[in-house]
């Protein structure tokens, strides 16, 4: 079976997912598109030769499409998500969930009164290899019980006109809030964020930033966030154990020596660093949605994401611990 699949959002990522959809994977179709701008979704239609829906709700009743992959913007997420699980289609929903908590438990009340997972959000580093190797290594043993887990997420740069001091937490670090409690297999407690001297390149941006977040079973878990680095898009992280520690390795497949020196590639953004995550992340979509069901991060973790990421923003402001709350996690998350 071909699964046909509906994309609601046809910008920067939603047209990444319909060429990978389309030239790279097997199992799924392009069959719908629709977009808040009418000429995009068309453009965006072409090569699959999709039909053009003008909202998502008539994308989603047609009867072509089986599955639904949400790219358009955050705050429209939910409105697309509750029909789409009303009428029993597999959703992938690129992150965040929603950008409001309170939407995000109205999702997973949906998800739970269906009884069965349909949803997978978008925290693609899952299924990066390196961190999956780093996850498999900590499971194995080979360093004892983690102790501390510490990352560095760093952009060359960021559009002065579009990005804020906040985004580096709600649109940038959650990414490394997913591995941390993916990772730890652990849910964080309490969250505070540090900003000291500011790089000058970003004018007032609050950047960089340093958080460090308590799991609740005691692992700390840091995160640098640095968005204006220059050199290049640098994703680290390493876990610190009780006899030895485990770290991502540079991500390029060659080291040159020449001259005098040795160097190796940095990757020029994120579509470039997680490249293969993102092909990995879509066929375990197309094949648990084949199936008729969800795989992967999911709309539990997409909720306690947000969660933690509100507490950041309110310990950024505060210059406090903040704690994190959050409601009893159904069993269908188990
Ligand atoms: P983008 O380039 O702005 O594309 C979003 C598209 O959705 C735009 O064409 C927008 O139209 C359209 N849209 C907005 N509201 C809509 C609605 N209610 N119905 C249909 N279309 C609607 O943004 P993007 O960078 O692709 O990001 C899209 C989503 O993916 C965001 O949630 C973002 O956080 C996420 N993302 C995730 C990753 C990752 O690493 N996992 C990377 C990039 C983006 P208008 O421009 O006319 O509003």
């Known amino acids: ?192 964020v540090m900003a000291g001297r500011r790089n000058s390149v970003g004018g007032d941006l609050r950047d960089p930033i340093f958080s460090v977040m308590e799991m609740q079973g005691g692992v700390l878990a840091t995160v640098e966030i640095s968005v204006n680095i220059g050199y290049g898009y640098d994703i680290r992280g390493e876990v610190s154990g009780e006899t030895g520690t485990i770290e991502l390795a540079e991500a390029n497949p060659v080291v040159l020596k020449a001259g005098d020196g040795f160097s190796g590639r940095v990757p020029a953004d994120w579509r470039e660093r997680f490249i293969d995550a993102y092909d990995r992340e879509i066929a375990a979509w197309i094949e648990a949605a084949s199936a008729g069901g969800a795989t992967g991060p999911s709309a539990w973790d997409g909720y306690a994401i947000t969660a933690v990421s509100d507490a950041g923003l309110r310990a950024a402001e505060t210059g406090e611990a903040v704690e994190v709350h959050l409601v009893d996690r159904p069993d269908i998350y188990a």
């Open 1 to 192: 079976m071909t699964l046909g699949i509906g994309v609601i959002g046809t910008g920067m990522i939603g047209q990444d997912h319909i060429r990978r959809i389309t030239d790279v994977l097997a199992g799924g179709r392009v069959v719908a598109v629709a977009d808040a701008d009418r000429s995009r979704a068309e453009t965006a239609a072409e090569k699959p030769s999709a039909t053009v829906h003008d909202d998502a709700a008539s994308l989603i009743a047609a009867p072509e499409v089986d599955a639904v992959l949400i790219c358009s913007w955050g705050p429209a997420h939910e409105e697309a998500i509750l029909p789409a699980l009303a009428a029993g289609k597999p959703v992938f929903c690129e992150k965040p969930l929603a950008p409001k908590q309170d939407a995000c438990l109205r999702i997973i009340d949906a998800e739970v009164k269906l009884g069965r997972r349909l949803i997978q959000v978008g925290f693609m580093r899952r299924y990066d290899t390196a961190y999956r190797a780093l996850k498999e290594t900590l499971a194995a043993g080979k360093v004892g019980a983690p102790l501390m887990y510490h990352a560095a997420h760093r952009n060359a740069s960021v559009p002065a006109d579009l990005y804020t001091s906040d985004m580096a937490i709600s649109d940038t670090m959650v990414h490394d809030i997913d591995v941390a409690r993916w990772l730890l297999d652990d849910e964080v407690a309490r969250v505070r």
